[in-house]
């Protein structure tokens, strides 16, 4: 058996009058990630660590930010659609580890729904995607609440 670990990050800030799209689902907030697609960091960060580990460069080259018909784009589709690359080289997801990173809002009671949707557009189980959240102490770009952080890891297998 052949393993392969990829590492994503991504940021996104915060604006007025955006929704806020993390690990698959709106989160309700005053405001909302500002991106191309509809900004959510944890599936970029995902398919980041997808690509990498998969050595398919990253989500920037596979979904170009320029490209006018990803304007807007629902995250789930991407993700799906890294999932399919991936499969192409013969892989499948062993698990993902994740963390996120804002000091508001508070995301835990949101992490069984994200865990949920993720496991259903990458056709895993629940238990093999941990998502985890932490502040930075009031630190930082998210500790002033100007945006939000992932971090996610990803295990492929191939037999």
């Not at 320029?66 to 890294?82: A, V």
């Amino acid at each position: 058996m052949k393993i392969k670990v990829g590492f994503g990050f991504d940021v996104h800030r915060f604006e007025e009058g955006y929704k806020f799209w993390l690990g698959g689902i709106e989160i309700k907030h005053t405001k909302g990630s500002v991106g191309h697609s509809d900004g959510d960091t944890l599936i970029h960060a995902i398919c980041d660590a997808m690509l990498g580990a998969a050595n398919l460069r990253d989500i920037g080259n596979q979904f170009p930010d320029n490209d006018p018909s990803l304007k807007g784009i629902d995250s789930k589709i991407l993700l799906r659609k890294t999932l399919e690359l991936v499969r192409t080289k013969g892989f499948y997801i062993g698990n993902i580890d994740s963390t996120i990173s804002l000091q508001t809002p508070k995301i835990k009671e949101y992490i069984p729904e994200m865990q949920r949707t993720l496991a259903n557009v990458l056709e895993i189980n629940e238990e093999d995607i941990a998502i985890k959240a932490t502040t930075t102490e009031k630190l930082g770009f998210t500790g002033r609440e100007e945006g939000v952080a992932a971090y996610a890891v990803v295990l492929l297998q191939k037999d």
